[in-house]
């Protein structure tokens, strides 16, 4: 017994290890190789705020995949038809990429192109929030590794595991960084990841452009990254604002 846990626990140590997110989120990258997985993202999901709720809005954590792939997927919005991103929220157990079943044209044009990019195969593991949001795993790699069951299980768990200790190191930072952000700062930047403007985002909130401009950078600042929407991103992560 004791010998069929240490590859498991071999795993996870480094997952479990990690003291804060950038450390985290390289260690599950190693683990995910070590399975046989040379591409992977992991992403939040929660239902877009609309008439029809048939959208998916998309909060990246991290990306690991072509270069290419991801500027052509952002350039075309492919977020928002992306049967991966459908099948999550209907979905408690990993799936396979090719077996999503019901694709339209548009769904099917993104795997399509996905393959053509590389991406021939892949499994998703969805984790359900409370509040209704979809943390998801997707790995790709070669076919004998995402149809083999063992490794796909072994996904699921340390999926599990990252989902864990992302909650547990983003609550933790979380509270740093909110002490360091005003309201204003946290308005500013929930409208930057809206994609507004600095002009926009003070006629909504009755303020002028210079202003704002004021409360993104020193909230860049406060947050250590070197980009308005960096700020908004790991604003967003950590749970700081609600885009």
């Known amino acids: 017994m004791e010998g069929a ?25 190693r683990v995910a190789r070590c399975l046989g997985f040379s591409h992977y993202v992991i992403s939040r999901l929660s239902r877009a705020q609309c008439a ?12 690991h ?9 952002q350039k075309n919005g492919y977020a928002l038809v992306d049967p ?3 099948t999550a929220f209907t979905q408690t157990a990993p799936y396979r990429w090719r077996d999503i079943a019901n694709l339209n044209r548009l769904e099917q044009r993104v795997l399509d192109e996905a393959l053509e990019a590389g991406l021939a195969n892949g499994i998703s593991i969805p984790i359900h929030e409370p509040t209704g949001r979809v943390l998801l795993v997707n790995l790709s790699g070669q076919a004998s590794v995402v149809n083999a069951e063992a490794t796909r299980r072994l996904a699921h768990l340390i999926s599990t595991q990252f989902h864990y200790e992302f909650e547990r190191l983003r609550k933790h930072q979380s509270a740093a960084d909110s002490q ?17 403007s600095s002009w926009t985002i003070g006629q909504l909130l009755g303020i002028s452009q210079h202003t704002v401009d004021y409360h993104i950078d020193t909230a860049m600042e406060a947050l250590n990254v070197n980009s308005r929407t960096s700020a908004a991103v ?4 950590l749970g700081l604002i609600r885009p």
């Open 5 to 29: 846990r240490s590859p498991l626990r071999a795993l996870t140590a480094p997952l479990a290890g990690a003291n804060d997110l950038p450390s985290l989120i390289t260690s599950f990258g």
């Open 84 to 86: 991966v991103h459908r």
């Open 65 to 73: 995949y072509p270069d290419q792939w991801v500027q052509h997927y």
């Open 52 to 63: 029809s709720c048939s959208e998916a809005a998309l909060e990246m954590i991290c990306a």
């Open 180 to 196: 360091r952000l005003t309201p204003r700062q946290c308005e500013c930047l929930t409208w930057v990841a809206r994609g507004k």
């Open 234 to 237: 790991k604003a967003a992560v």
